[in-house]
């Protein structure tokens, strides 16, 4: 089982920028691919962006790629997601997760929250415009 902290969310103007973290616990040491989703108000929860374990392969949802960037720390337990040009339909609640079943960024960028056992408190977005 693996714990999840998200971080670095808030109200930010159209066009502006935010970087959110996520810090892991539990379940660490196993390779995993770290991925972001957000939740709209009266939507789904959706994938946004994944990253692979080492750091060097990366996927995005069309509505994020260009202007969004995940990264993740050298010490593995933390990933962030830089947004810049945010515009209001990014206002969601952002969550984090771990994938330690799959390796492929493709087919996880395919999956929905149902893939995922455990969820964070998330961290809300919210952008004026």
């Known amino acids: 089982q693996v714990q999840l902290v998200e971080s670095g969310g808030g109200l930010v103007q159209a066009g502006g920028s935010l970087r959110l973290s996520c810090t892991a616990s539990g379940r660490t040491l196993s390779r995993n691919v770290m991925v972001w989703f957000r939740q709209a108000p009266g939507k789904e929860r959706e994938f946004g962006a994944a990253?692979?374990?080492?750091?060097?392969?990366?996927v995005y949802a069309d509505s994020v790629k260009g202007r969004f960037t995940i990264s993740r720390a050298n010490v593995k337990t933390t990933v962030y997601l830089q947004m810049n040009s945010l515009k209001p339909e990014d206002t969601a609640v952002y969550y984090c997760?771990?994938?330690?079943?799959?390796?492929?960024?493709?087919?996880?960028?395919?999956?929905?929250?149902?893939?995922?056992?455990?969820w964070g408190q998330g961290t809300q977005v919210t952008v004026s415009s």
């Open positions: 997760n771990a994938d330690f079943e799959l390796t492929n960024l493709g087919a996880i960028a395919t999956l929905g929250d149902e893939h995922y056992d455990y």
């Open positions: 990253v692979s374990w080492s750091g060097t392969g990366t």
